[in-house]
């Protein structure tokens, strides 16, 4: 059993607020996921030409501006940083292949790239929802759409790694409550187009099939398809992609999903009360999606 929250901001005039809107989502998932949580925070904030990396310090402490000069170097670049603890957002123009050139030379930091995109911030921790999310200064953030999770781990061990959201490629974020039960095979599969899994996770294996299927040119709709044509399973997912939200429950739909729609936002939740503080939800639209029924959206 998990929580799932996500938000998609129509009225501009709420971007301001999403953090602070957001949060309060997910501290209502609480009881659903006091292991690890995480979320996928997208804003316009990232100048063109450039990607803002996700990433997180493994070590003791993190000596982020080493780690910032060594991929500077590499990428003969200026890039900025914004320092959250153990986790940093950078911003550069540098290409990927430099990046990780400048992690290799930065290597005794124990970086992990967590996400990488021209939108998504990405964080994912061991711990309480609220906890998190104040730990990271999450409600203060801004920005138009929002991803969260709170896992209880059941086939998996309770790690950051373990953590959702999952992003296999750029600005695409997934998660999930349920189980897949052939995740092995699909992942053997992967392997042999050349797409590696890196954790144990179930959950992962989807991200990546999806991240697969949009790199052989399908749409975040068309990806959602081919996973229920491919996974068995009890499951309800969210992917956000830079500019889509989209969300599907398998043929049996016993994983919950509710849906509340308004003229300025568009947001999910695994239950009800977890939306009951978002403005004008009593004017909303509120449905649950119908089994193997995708609903998507786009900003």
Request: some cysteine; glycine content about 8%.
């Amino acid at each position: 059993m998990c929580g799932i929250v996500g938000l998609l901001v129509r009225d501009p005039a709420l971007e301001a607020d999403l953090g602070r809107h957001f949060t309060a989502m997910l501290e209502e998932m609480t009881a659903r996921g006091p292991d690890s949580a995480g979320m996928a925070i997208y804003d316009r904030g990232v100048p063109q030409g450039s990607q803002r990396w996700s990433l997180r310090g493994d070590g003791a402490s993190t000596n982020w501006k080493a780690v910032q000069s060594a991929i500077d170097a590499a990428g003969g670049t200026s890039s900025e940083i914004e320092i959250l603890d153990n986790i940093a957002f950078l911003v550069t123009s540098a290409n990927h292949a430099a990046v990780h050139e400048g992690l290799k030379h930065a290597a005794d930091e124990k970086i992990t790239v967590v996400g990488v995109g021209q939108a998504m911030k990405l964080i994912k921790d061991v711990g309480l929802p609220r906890e998190i999310c104040d730990h990271y200064n999450v409600p203060a953030m801004t920005g138009y759409m929002a991803l969260g999770h709170t896992r209880m781990a059941t086939e998996s061990a309770v790690t950051t790694d373990g953590a959702h959201p999952f992003s296999p490629s750029n600005d695409l974020a997934l998660v999930h409550n349920g189980s897949f039960s052939n995740h092995a095979s699909i992942r053997r599969q992967l392997l042999d187009a050349g797409v590696r899994c890196i954790t144990d996770n179930d959950t992962e294996v989807a991200a990546q099939f999806i991240g697969y299927r949009m790199a052989q040119g399908d749409d975040l709709e068309e990806a959602m398809r081919h996973v229920l044509k491919e996974f068995d399973g009890f499951f309800t997912l969210v992917v956000t992609a830079e500019r889509s939200f989209s969300v599907v429950r398998d043929a049996f739909a016993c994983k919950p999903m509710v849906i509340a729609e308004t003229d300025a936002y568009v947001a999910v939740a695994s239950e009800y009360h977890a939306l009951a503080s978002l403005p004008g939800i009593d004017n909303a639209r509120v449905f649950e999606p119908h089994p193997e029924e995708i609903h998507t959206w786009t900003v």
